[in-house]
């Protein structure tokens, strides 16, 4: 149990790491990796891969071992494969959301991406998965 406001955020902190360690493994070992870049430039996400947020393991760019054999670059097409059903449905029990859904362009501002998935914790990733809204709806920062 921490003993003071340090040593809760240190405990926290090192839960969101173990968690995204452990979703990471599951991943690798269900055969999924993770896209650090685009292959080609110009059609790739629309946010930067290398963005503090990718670097930081807050969020990644999720695609199947198999996708560029079928795929040539990012495609919203992924949507349909079993992985990205699998981590839709199964993400906040890590606590990640799908960060850019399909019908929520308006008010993110970021077209969707099925392979994008944001760290939030697994209380509030539960919420916002369950409500089907977007972190802007969560957070209250929509117009």
Avoid at 106 to 134: D, K, L, N, S
Wanted: hydrophobic share 45%; aromatic share 10%.
């Amino acid at each position: 149990m921490p003993q003071n406001k340090k040593e809760a955020g240190s405990e926290a902190a090192l839960r969101r790491v173990i968690a995204g360690l452990l979703l990471l493994i599951l991943l690798l070992t269900c055969g999924v990796f993770l896209v650090l870049t685009s292959k080609k430039p110009g059609l790739g996400p629309a946010i930067d891969p290398l963005d503090g947020l990718i670097l930081s393991g807050l969020a990644m760019d999720i695609v199947s071992a198999g996708y560029y054999t079928k795929y040539s670059d990012l495609v919203e097409a992924f949507e349909t494969e079993k992985e990205a059903i699998w981590l839709k449905e199964n993400c906040a029990r890590f606590g990640f959301i799908l960060r850019f859904p399909k019908d929520k362009t308006e008010i993110t501002g970021i077209h969707f991406e099925p392979w994008h998935f944001r760290y939030v914790g697994e209380e509030h990733a539960q919420a916002i998965m369950e409500q089907g809204i977007c972190l802007e709806e969560y957070l209250g920062e929509t117009d």
